[in-house]
């Protein structure tokens, strides 16, 4: 009927006579964060949107630190760098895998160090559980003590073992539908549904303490190993979801790694090669929705329009306002005050004759009386000289760390808004806030709380933009029946 030529003039009027439609010819994306979850949304958003696009969209990314990485980050004791916040990756963490390919970033092995990793299981009083740890640099060494302490784990816990890894192999095999192809997985609109896809959701619906018990893990299975681990992954009790549960029990498994110099780099290379616009600095303190198009203000003063936002950060203690209000389950977040100590361990604390006696890594049971959770050797640089990391839920006071440190040279501590207060049954707020293109990609992490799995969520937000905002369904409303995003053409169907 029409030829292309006047197809495409007709478009040409349309788009100067309606603002609307001109506004989506070259959109502007805007993300709130440059933590894992902000920085692979921006990747995705490009990848999904092949280089033949006629209008790529503007993509902005507002970060209220002078640095990104968000819970990515690291700490420098005496010139030495270390792991402050998230710090180790599962061997099936297949987006951050790639993302340090892409980025040729060096993949490290935690336990590749010169460290012998001895662990402990301290209740206040005593090691209730400890392994063998032997000095010596000899390979052949090593492998006979870690043979003897998986036989000593062995004893000590007995079958359970099998039951627990069966567990979490169980939950980490739904989860890797995630990386099937995107035919064969749906766009999801809701967290819910997306854990219903993959057979994760009844694992929110009860705790870990309920979900270990159906399993058959013995009781000092559950209120030692399964807690300390607990407590070191997320500074919680048993009484997480089954879900978190099992993700943390993932990240105490082999083959765990991180990138050479700092996870923060795979948020700051994908920024890097994402085309962003990086605000730096720039905390947005009101997103308010005008109609067709969100309008951010930032500390700074200035204003920004967006047709498209996504808040890729943890709402739950930002004064970010709304306008309108936008409504989400209460959640609180657990905080983690991880403090980084230069000195040398008081064996006195702990009831021993020598620093050497106690282990690389102590762990804590549930206890409310204890003061720490965990406290881990990160590099041994004298026979009387480490540097340590201790997680705790309260701030650890001066005097304190004086009873527990016989010598302290450097002490820095960070307090984490570290990831949500896990409860069974979770409620999830929703990945659409407002039924328009106003998007929240943390939503995901009251599943659970990794870089992985905010990749993961920042990928299915990405592909919900793309459908929504420039799919067929977005101008289905105008003359235009179909506008493909990833089309080399225009398909226009007047
Ligand atoms: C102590 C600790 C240990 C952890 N260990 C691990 C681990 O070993 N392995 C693992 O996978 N995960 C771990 N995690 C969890 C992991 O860090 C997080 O799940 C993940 O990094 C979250 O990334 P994100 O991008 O979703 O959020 P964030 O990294 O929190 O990024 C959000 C960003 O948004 C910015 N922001 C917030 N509000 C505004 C605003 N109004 N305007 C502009 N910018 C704003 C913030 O400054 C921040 O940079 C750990 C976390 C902590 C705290
Ligand atoms: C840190 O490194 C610098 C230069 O490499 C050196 O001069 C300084 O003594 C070091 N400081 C410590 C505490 O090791
Ligand atoms: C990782 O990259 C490879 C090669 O580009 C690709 O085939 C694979 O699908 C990617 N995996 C994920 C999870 O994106
Ligand atoms: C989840 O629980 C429901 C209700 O108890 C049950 O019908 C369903 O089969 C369970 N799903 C999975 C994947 O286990
Ligand atoms: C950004 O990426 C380019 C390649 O696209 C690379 O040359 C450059 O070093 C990167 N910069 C940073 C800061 O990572
Ligand atoms: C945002 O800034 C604009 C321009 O300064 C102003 O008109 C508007 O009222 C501000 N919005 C909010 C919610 O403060």
């Known amino acids: ?232 992954n997320y500074g919680q009790s048993i009484d997480i979801s089954g879900l978190a549960g099992a993700v943390s029990l993932a990240g105490s498994g082999g083959g765990l790694w991180a990138v050479e110099g700092g996870n923060w780099q795979m948020a700051a290379g994908l920024i890097n090669r994402s085309d962003v616009a990086l605000h730096l600095h720039e905390e947005i303190e009101s997103i308010s929705y005008l109609g067709g198009y969100y309008e951010l203000n930032s500390t700074k003063g200035n204003s920004y329009t967006c047709e498209v936002t996504a808040v890729a950060t943890p709402l739950d203690e930002l004064n970010l306002l709304f306008s309108p209000p936008i409504l989400i389950p209460e959640r609180k977040l657990q905080h983690t005050h991880a403090t980084f100590v230069r000195g040398v361990l008081n064996p006195v604390y702990f009831g021993l004759d020598d620093v050497s006696k106690i282990p690389d890594l102590v762990g804590t049971i549930e206890d409310p009386d204890l003061p720490f959770t965990s406290i881990s050797v990160l590099k041994r640089h004298g026979e009387k000289d480490f540097s340590y990391k201790i997680f705790s839920r309260k701030p650890m006071a001066d005097l304190l760390l004086d009873d527990i440190f016989s010598a302290r040279r450097e002490t820095i501590r960070i307090d984490w808004g570290a990831y949500p207060h896990y409860t069974a049954p979770e409620a999830f707020a929703p990945f659409i806030l407002d039924g328009q293109h106003l998007y929240y990609v943390n939503a995901f992490e009251n599943a659970a709380s990794t870089m992985e799995t905010s990749a993961v969520a920042a990928e299915n937000i990405a592909r919900l933009i793309v459908s929504r905002f420039f799919g067929s369904e977005s101008l289905s409303s105008s003359n235009l029946k179909s506008f493909s995003f990833d089309g080399e053409e225009l398909h226009v169907d007047l």
């Not at 998230?86 to 099936?92: E, F, G, R, T």
């Not at 549904?193 to 000092?220: F, H, I, P, Q």
């Open 1 to 232: 009927m029409f030829s292309k030529t006047k197809i495409l003039s007709l478009l040409t009027l349309l788009l100067l006579f309606s603002p609307q439609l001109s506004l989506q010819t070259q959109p502007t994306i805007c993300i709130i964060g440059a933590g894992m979850a902000g920085s692979s949304l921006a990747h995705f958003l490009r990848r999904y949107s092949p280089p033949t696009t006629p209008h790529p969209p503007h993509i902005h990314i507002f970060e209220r630190n002078g640095v990104v990485g968000g819970r990515m980050g690291t700490v420098t004791i005496s010139n030495h760098t270390f792991e402050a916040g998230a710090s180790i990756l599962h061997p099936k963490n297949y987006h951050a895998v790639n993302f340090t390919k892409l980025l040729n970033l060096k993949i490290k092995q935690p336990s590749s160090s010169d460290e012998s990793d001895s662990f402990g299981i301290w209740d206040g009083e005593q090691f209730v559980f400890k392994t063998l740890s032997v000095d010596s640099k000899v390979p052949f060494v090593q492998k006979i003590v870690s043979f003897a302490n998986s036989v000593y784990i062995f004893m000590r816990y007995g079958w359970s073992l099998l039951k627990m890894q069966s567990f979490v192999d169980s939950a980490v095999g739904r989860f890797l539908k995630y990386y099937e192809s995107l035919e064969r997985r749906p766009v999801f609109e809701s967290v819910d549904e997306m854990l219903k896809w993959a057979g994760l959701y009844n694992l929110t619906t009860r705790s870990l303490r309920e979900e270990v018990a159906d399993v058959g893990l013995t009781r000092l299975l559950t209120q030692e190993l399964v807690t300390v681990i607990t407590r070191i």
